[in-house]
């Protein structure tokens, strides 16, 4: 099935819970989804018969820092249709949050682990949210727009000097004078 005749059948069952279809200029057709319908959505996604996405390929979270917008991207696949399906969620970006689909989808886990870690995108009802690839310490979430680094993480620097600066330095320093015979 098209994307177009996806989101059409989407749009039939749940109303205006989706909306905004756009094909032009992307290559990846998609449409988006309001945040507080999204579990319903999620289901219709999987379990009506002429969909039948059952497999979340991946979950990515954008910051859209100037729009004030944290944007999380679905992106499904039917090996029984062999069709596709993406889907955009945008969330205030002060308090980005959003249902978790781990019940749905089992691969949602760890993915959304990561953007929780990486974005701070809470996805409610999550079994296990918690920090996949920062340490638990951490503070801040490294991928947003505006994080600021902290000069050093226990004691170590979290900066280094570039290796071209080093380079030239050591070229500075290695210099050796001409024979002058």
Not at 44 to 52: A, F, H, I, N, W
Not at 95 to 100: I, L, M
Not at 104 to 119: C, G, H, P, V
Request: glycine share 4%; aromatic share 12%.
């Amino acid at each position: 099935m098209e994307a177009q005749k996806i989101f059409e059948l989407m749009a039939q069952k749940c109303g205006d819970a989706v909306f905004g279809f756009t094909a032009e200029g992307t290559k990846d057709p998609y449409f988006k989804v309001k945040p507080e319908r999204w579990l319903e959505v999620a289901r219709l996604l999987r379990d009506t018969p002429e969909l039948d996405f059952d497999f979340l390929n991946v979950l990515t979270g954008v910051d859209w820092i100037k729009q004030n917008v944290m944007q999380v991207v679905y992106h499904f696949y039917s090996y029984r249709h062999k069709h596709q399906c993406v889907v955009k969620i945008d969330l205030d970006r002060a308090k980005p949050q959003v249902a978790s689909v781990e019940s749905i989808w089992k691969a949602a886990n760890w993915n959304e682990r990561e953007q929780y870690d990486l974005l701070g995108i809470e996805f409610l009802g999550h079994p296990d949210l918690r920090r996949i690839l920062m340490p638990d310490d951490w503070v801040g979430h490294p991928v947003r727009k505006d994080y600021k680094e902290a000069a050093e993480y226990r004691g170590m620097p979290t900066t280094r000097p570039s290796p071209m600066d080093l380079l030239a330095a050591y070229d500075k320093a290695n210099v050796k004078p001409e024979d002058s015979t």
